[in-house]
């Protein structure tokens, strides 16, 4: 398996001890998914941290669990599924207090788990938006991925569509792009069905 990726500040992307290499390929849904096919489901908001390329991340499941991390994500400039350099640390509810106090722009969305995608349905300003995304281990197995025919549009190299540039779009732009891929606002449901 290959590690490098490209540039990150004029280093190769490899992961280390405390990052990995995110592969990850994303596409438009035009609708949230049936409830009977959801193996999993959580809600989630992140905090951008501002000035920063840290995300604060609390996900409540159904089942009353609670995960709070912190992620720092290193993109790289290129195409293809080799997002960059992610690393996580998992954090007590204390600790999530202290850096939720920080400046930040917020996102929430319900995350549900369609095997082989995580389909995120979008809440807030970003209502209506419905994306779906496939992890990977090797850019062989991203590559060969085929997506399910729901997919309306891969935006995998559309930086429009990551966490940090969407919590930052207005809902007049969110409009805009959407229909850049043939998605109308009106539409959209607003939950899953």
Known sequence: MDDKAGGVQGQ????????RVERERRFLLPRPPGLSAVTAARV?????????????RRADFQDGRCELKLTQKVPIPRPGAVQG????????PAEYDVL????????????FSV???????????LRGLVLAEAEFTSNEEAQSFAPPAECV?????????????????????LFGWLAEYGL???GFQDAAE
Do not use: C, M, W
């Not at 190769?12 to 001890?17: D, I």
């Not at 992140?46 to 000035?51: A, L, P, T």
């Not at 082989?116 to 979008?122: A, M």
């Open 44 to 56: 989630i908001t992140d905090r951008y941290v501002v000035g920063t390329r840290l995300r604060l």
């Open 85 to 92: 350099l992610i690393t996580n640390t998992y954090l007590s």
């Open 100 to 111: 939720a106090s920080l400046p930040a722009a917020v996102l929430s969305k319900h995350r």
């Open 153 to 173: 549009a891969e935006v995998t190299d559309d930086a429009r569509f990551t966490g940090g540039q969407l919590v930052r779009a207005s809902r007049q732009e």
């Open 115 to 125: 095997p082989p995608l995580g389909v995120d349905v979008f809440d807030g300003h």
């Open 184 to 186: 109308h606002p009106e």
């Open 12 to 19: 190769s992307v490899r992961a280390g001890k405390y990052s």
